[in-house]
């Protein structure tokens, strides 16, 4: 029943507080505006991730206000709420006034130094037939390149009306069926929380979109769900176990890492700005907006439910391998535009 109440606390959140932030997003002006990469061809609101955020923070603080138990006292939750406020800072900030790449990923280096020495980290590496290694010092970066991955992944699949908010809240929803079967109700609650503001958002994302999270919203959303990831399989010994993570969030990571490993083949920057994601490859392909977003859904659901079942059976591995197999030939049969585009 908590975990209910959480969800339903946060999907009214989401639902009210987002035409507000639309309201403060155009008199602060946050705006979007439309280039030759962008489906939209007039400026957008882009400060949904206030309302995703602050539906977030209030539903958990009206939580315990009912008398619900967080895990405050676990340094790494705590860590992990502290980062989600500073990557939707910097978020907010390149809404208002575009910082360059480097300098958000410079950004990004810093919050999760903060957020690592406070606790929420990756400290070990369990290899099948090998045992546990401790990363040592390896384990802040590669913290940093979980925490960053992750949110610029999410951040990059904003490409259409309510694709980077579904994906999130199908992930959340999934990392919640995962804790809430290993037993770990405390972190399926904050997974929750996230779904339903997120959720509460995506009432007025999806297509024709009224407004759109902005950098503010991936970023929030993206660090939310790595930290969450941390916290499932955090020190954990079991190799099974601390692959779901990257099986949940699979399409939006294998999407980032097959669009950086194109663009470097060819001499280019990772940040290049282009039409190689795979939301973009699908629109080429002759799909519809809305039919290209609940393809990616689907494929989603898929990879959460393997994620999920690769805790119970090891045959469920095919479905991973399956699936990065369909988004490979989705990369090579294909061709995307690669003509260089304004940044954005």
């Not at 282009?274 to 907006?289: E, F, T, V």
């Amino acid at each position: 029943m908590t975990l209910l109440l959480t969800f339903a606390s946060t999907l009214l959140g989401g639902l009210c507080l987002t035409p507000l932030a639309k309201i403060l997003g155009a008199s602060w002006g946050f705006l979007d505006q439309p280039d030759s990469r962008k489906i939209h061809q007039q400026p957008m609101v882009r400060m949904g991730g206030l309302a995703i955020c602050a539906a977030t923070f209030l539903g958990l603080l009206g939580m315990m206000v009912a008398g619900v138990a967080l895990p405050t006292s676990n340094p790494a939750f705590m860590a992990m709420l502290l980062g989600s406020v500073g990557f939707f800072a910097i978020g907010l900030a390149d809404d208002r006034w575009s910082l360059s790449p480097i300098l958000r990923l410079g950004l990004q280096a810093v919050i999760t130094a903060i957020t690592w020495y406070f606790g929420l980290r990756l400290d070990v590496l369990p290899i099948p037939g090998i045992g546990t290694i401790d990363l040592g010092l390896f384990s802040l970066p590669i913290t940093f390149l979980w925490l960053a991955g992750v949110t610029n992944a999410i951040n990059w699949l904003d490409g259409l009306d309510g694709l980077a908010s579904g994906v999130s809240a199908i992930a959340a929803v999934m990392f919640a069926l995962v804790n809430w079967k290993l037993g770990n109700s405390d972190i399926a609650m904050i997974s929750l929380a996230v779904a339903g503001a997120t959720i509460g958002f995506l009432r007025y994302n999806f297509k024709p979109a009224q407004l759109y999270m902005g950098d503010s919203g991936s970023y929030f959303l993206g660090s939310m769900l790595g930290g969450i990831a941390i916290l499932t399989v955090q020190n954990h010994a079991n190799f099974t176990l601390a692959m779901l993570p990257y099986v949940i969030l699979a399409v939006p990571i294998l999407d980032m890492t097959f669009v950086i490993v194109s663009r470097l083949r060819e001499g280019k920057s990772p940040f290049f700005p282009d039409r190689r994601h795979i939301h973009h490859r699908l629109l080429q392909a002759g799909l519809s907006q809305t039919s290209a977003v609940l393809s990616i859904y689907g494929l989603m659901g898929w990879a959460g439910l393997s994620g999920i079942l690769l805790n119970i059976n090891y045959v469920a591995w095919s479905n991973v391998f399956l699936l990065v197999f369909i988004l490979l030939i989705t990369q090579i049969t294909i061709k995307p535009q690669i003509t260089q585009l304004p940044q954005g």
